[in-house]
């Protein structure tokens, strides 16, 4: 598999495997997190329209 | 001279408009995004299967794919926050405004993954994840640089004023952005030099310098689409009380 001998060898990354993936793992999240915002920003624009809609202010 | 480059003025004007900027801005941010996204796990792919490990560091060095990409993104992206500063400051565009609001959450994410994945990485390599070095002290002083931004425009109400003020302290701190670049070279760091250099040699193989380069382009991109996006709901929210907004959302009063 690649540069590795087996997918157990790629896994481990010679001992180094927590911090490699622990890495790669927080960069996910933190990915995920960004599109979450994304959504939260849509949601406070919506619903700040819809508020101003009820109140009769558009 | 006012008078010749008025054609030039208005069309910035023009450009930068938000209603402009937000139709305009929407292919790019999709395109840097589709682009970024595909390279960046092409680059991760690379970098973690294929890419040969390090003689001194074994895999650990892996790091680097996510590590140097998000500082040198901090890095870039706090410049482009301080020339936006000082054009929301001579020229007051609203638009400037708006785009360092929406860079502060992207920047303080940059730069805790790049101190973080630092950290993470020093622990196999140094033995501690963390040293009171030049480089880290001065990148972490850039994290509680986004966290004051990010406070100060909460904490004033008056929308103006926090523009104002943001773009101020983003300028403050834009003394501390040649420290950390040049902190390597200036004093005696335990953190490494820079590897790849512009003028000079680069000292790193082209098995792992050419997943580097690539990771580094495709966050450049992700970045750039992300602040794109973040930029066009920031100007939906400020111009919520105009027509245009509310009918790119369909959501409309009696007329």
Known sequence: ?58 | MALSLTPVWRWFHRWTSPPNFYRISRPWAHGLMAVGGTALFVAWIWGLVFAPEDYLQGNSYRIIFVHVPSASASLALYLTMAITAVISLVWKIKLADMVIRQCIPVGLTLTALALISGAIWGRPTWGVYWIWDARLTSMLLQLFLFIGMWAIHTAIDQQKLADRATAILVLVGFVNLPIIKWSVDWWNTMHQPATIRITGETTMVWEMLAPLLLSMAATYCVVAALVLYRTRWEILYRERKTRWVQDELGIRGKA
């Open chain 1, 1 to 58: 598999m690649g540069y590795f001998d087996s997918f157990a060898d790629f896994v481990r990354m010679g001992n180094h495997g927590i911090f490699v993936w622990s890495v790669y793992a927080i960069t996910v999240l933190t990915i995920l997190g960004h599109w979450l915002g994304l959504r939260l920003q849509r949601r406070r624009v919506i619903n700040e329209l819809q508020r101003l809609k009820k109140r009769g202010h558009l």
